[in-house]
C-alpha cells in the first residue's frame, strides 16, 4: 500500500474492485487489458492483486492438456493455475497464490464439503446464496490488503458456467460502495467488408451483459486500429455510457506495448478519478516509468532460438517464449523463437537445427516427441549450440549423455520405458502410491544448493536459488557413480535430488529440473534464459547472427494479437 507520505492515501478507503467480462467471442485479450491497466495503478503508487476466474468444472488447471488451455503456470506455492495468472505476475510483478485462481471445480467442491460436514445445518444448499457466497469470499480473500484487485472472468458473457460468477458479482456490487466497484466490458469492435468499424457486436454483447443486471462503467473496444470517434460515441449511445468510458485497445507490435496504449488512452485516469483516487496517486511526473524503458528498448540485431516441443502452439510454451524476450530486452536483442516438432526430429535433425543460434528442451510428459527431444540434445552438445533443457529436457539431457557417452545401452526414463535397463532417470520415492492425478507433483518453490565455481554460480550469483517446480520423476540416485568424473555435472542439488546439470568446456549446456521461466520478469530476466541468450550472442558475434534488413523489416511489420 502506497504511504501517506507519498501519496497521502487515506487506508481507510478500503479495497477497489474492477472487474472485467469479455463479451462476442473469447481470446480478446481481457487478461493483458487487465493486466496492463494493473500495471499503470501501480506505477501510481497502489498495490494491485488480481483474481482469474475460470467457470470451468476443473479444480485447477494441472490435469489440462495444453491445446485447451495453454501452458499450465505453476505458482510459488505449488498451484497450477491459467497462464492468465503468469501475465498477471509478469505484468504486476507480484508472487500470486492458488487462492488468486476460482474455478467453478474448486468452488463446488469446497461448498459440497461443507454440506456433508453438515455446516448448512439442514438447509437446501442452492447455488443462490452458496455458491455465489463462496464466490464472493474467495475474491475478499484474495484481495485483502491490497488497494486494487482486479477480477477477471473467463469466457464470454452468454456462457452458461459463467452465470454463477456474473450473479455473484451483481451481489458483489450491491454489498458495497458504488465508489468501490468498476465494471470493465472488453468486446470485438470488427471491420466491415468496407472498411467500416462494427458496434453492432458490441451492443448485443452488452445487453448480454445488462440483461443478467450489469451495467458496464467501461467499455475497451478490441480492435485492428484504434477507434474512430464516432464509433466511440455510437458505443456510448447506445451502451447508455459516457463517450469519455470508451477505450480503444487496438493491435500492437508487443503485448509489453499495452499499458502504453492503455495510458495513451487514459483508461488508468478515468479508473483513478471514477475510485476516487486521482488525488491519492503519485503525481504524474513522479511515477513509476521504468516499464516503459524496458520495453521500448532499441534492439540491436536478432537471434533464433530452436523450441525443440512437442506442442505445436504457442500458448503451450507461453512462459518460455516470455522469458527470451525478457532476455532481449536486458540485452538489447530480439529473439525470435523457431518453434520444431519434436516428433520429426527422431529420423534427422541436422537440416533443422544447423542455422539455428541456440536450442531450448523445455519441460513435457509422456512418450510423444521423447526420441526427438534427445536427438537435439545430442545435436547440441556434439556441435557446440548453447543449450538449455527444462524440467524434461532437463531429464532427456541426462539420458542422451547416458546412451552416448557413457554407453549405456538403452537408457532412458522410466516415464517412458517401464522395461528400460538402465532407467536413468526414475519416479520420485514419495510417488510410488500416488494414484490421483491433480495436484500430486513435487509442485512449486523449493530451494537448490548451488555449488561454487560453477556455471550455475556464475549464473545465479549465489549458493542457492529458488524457483518452481513441476514433476514426477528425478535422475535415479543409483546413477550418481556413473557420472563422477565426468564433464557432465550436477552443479545444483537439493539433498539427494539433482537439479541442475552442466557441461564442462562447452559454451553454454545448462539443465534444470525445475521451471526458471515462471519467475521471468520484464526488468528482472531469468539467470538461465540470460545466460542463454548472452552465450548465443557471444558464439554469434556481437553483429546479432541474423540480423538483416529484410528480417528487421519483417519484425516491425509483424502485430501481435491476444
Known amino acids: 500500500m502506497p504511504t501517506e507520505s507519498d501519496t497521502h492515501y487515506d487506508p481507510e478507503l478500503g479495497n477497489k474492485f474492477i472487474f472485467v467480462t469479455g463479451g462476442v467471442m473469447s481470446g480478446l485479450g481481457k487478461g493483458i487489458t487487465a493486466a496492463s491497466t494493473g ?5 501510481a503508487g497502489f498495490d494491485v492483486t488480481a483474481v482469474k476466474i475460470d467457470p470451468y468444472l476443473n479444480v485447477d488447471a494441472g490435469t489440462m492438456n495444453p491445446y485447451q488451455h495453454g ?123 468496407n472498411g467500416e468499424q462494427k458496434t453492432k457486436p458490441t451492443q448485443h454483447s452488452v445487453k448480454e451483459v445488462r440483461s443478467i443486471g450489469l451495467q458496464p462503467d467501461v467499455i475497451v473496444g478490441r480492435c485492428e486500429d484504434r477507434l474512430e470517434p464516432e464509433t466511440k460515441e455510437k458505443i456510448a449511445l447506445f451502451c447508455d ?72 502452439l504457442e500458448d503451450a510454451y507461453m512462459s518460455i517464449h516470455e522469458s527470451l524476450k525478457h532476455a532481449g530486452f536486458e540485452l538489447g536483442i530480439d529473439v525470435n523463437v523457431r518453434w520444431i516438432h519434436a516428433d520429426g526430429m527422431a529420423d534427422g535433425y541436422d537440416d533443422q537445427l544447423e542455422d539455428v543460434d541456440g536450442i531450448i528442451v523445455p519441460g513435457g510428459f509422456g512418450m510423444r516427441g521423447s526420441e526427438g527431444k534427445i536427438r537435439a540434445v545430442q545435436y547440441a552438445r556434439e556441435n557446440d549450440v548453447p543449450f538449455l533443457g527444462l524440467c524434461l529436457g532437463f531429464q532427456m539431457a541426462v539420458v542422451e549423455y547416458a546412451r552416448n557417452v557413457l554407453g549405456l545401452e538403452g537408457a532412458h526414463s522410466a516415464e517412458m520405458d517401464e522395461e528400460t535397463p538402465h532407467p536413468v532417470i526414475d519416479i520420485l520415492p514419495e510417488q510410488y ?82 521451471h526458471p521461466e515462471y519467475t521471468s520478469r520484464p526488468g528482472q530476466p531469468s539467470p538461465p534464459f540470460l545466460g542463454l541468450v548472452e552465450a548465443v550472442l557471444e558464439e554469434a558475434g556481437t553483429d546479432g547472427g541474423t540480423d538483416d534488413a529484410e528480417t528487421q523489416e519483417a519484425d516491425a511489420e509483424t502485430e501481435v494479437t491476444y
Open 39 to 43: 500495471r499503470l495503478l501501480k506505477n
Open 433 to 514: 502410491e500416488v494414484e490421483e492425478m491433480g495436484g500430486t507433483m513435487r509442485l512449486g518453490g523449493h530451494t537448490t544448493v548451488i555449488e561454487p565455481e560453477t556455471l550455475a554460480y556464475e549464473l545465479y550469483g549465489d549458493t542457492s536459488c529458488s524457483e518452481r517446480h513441476r514433476h514426477r520423476y528425478e535422475v535415479n540416485p543409483e546413477y550418481f557413480e556413473h557420472f563422477e568424473d565426468e564433464p557432465l555435472t550436477f552443479s545444483g542439488t537439493a539433498g539427494n535430488r539433482m537439479e541442475i546439470l552442466e557441461l564442462e568446456g562447452h559454451p553454454y549446456f545448462l539443465g534444470t529440473q525445475f
Open 241 to 312: 455510457i459516457p463517450t469519455e468510458a470508451v477505450f480503444s485497445n487496438p493491435d500492437v507490435e508487443d503485448v509489453y506495448h499495452v499499458p502504453l496504449m492503455v495510458e495513451d488512452e487514459g483508461l488508468d485516469q478515468y479508473v483513478l478519478e471514477r475510485f476516487g483516487l486521482a488525488e491519492e496517486a503519485l503525481p504524474e511526473g513522479e511515477r513509476a516509468n521504468d516499464w516503459r524503458e524496458i520495453v521500448t528498448t532499441e534492439k540491436d540485431g536478432a537471434v533464433d532460438v530452436a523450441l525443440v516441443g512437442k506442442y505445436d
Open 71 to 193: 501452458e499450465v503456470y505453476v505458482l510459488e506455492d505449488g498451484g497450477e493455475v491459467d497462464l492468465d495468472l503468469g501475465n498477471y505476475e509478469r505484468f504486476l510483478d507480484v508472487d500470486m497464490t492458488s487462492d488468486h485462481n476460482v474455478t467453478t471445480g474448486k468452488t463446488y467442491q469446497h461448498v459440497i464439503e461443507k454440506e456433508r460436514a453438515g455446516d448448512y445445518l439442514g438447509k437446501t444448499v442452492q447455488i443462490i446464496p452458496h455458491v455465489t457466497d463462496d464466490i464472493k469470499r474467495r475474491i475478499r480473500e484474495a484481495a485483502d490488503g491490497t488497494d486494487v484487485c482486479i477480477v477477471e472472468v473467463g469466457g464470454t458473457v452468454g456462457d452458461i458456467e459463467g452465470m454463477p460468477y456474473l450473479e455473484a458479482l451483481r451481489q458483489f456490487a450491491h454489498e458495497e460502495d458504488e465508489e468501490d466497484i468498476l465494471f470493465v466490458h472488453v468486446t470485438l469492435v470488427p471491420y466491415s467488408k
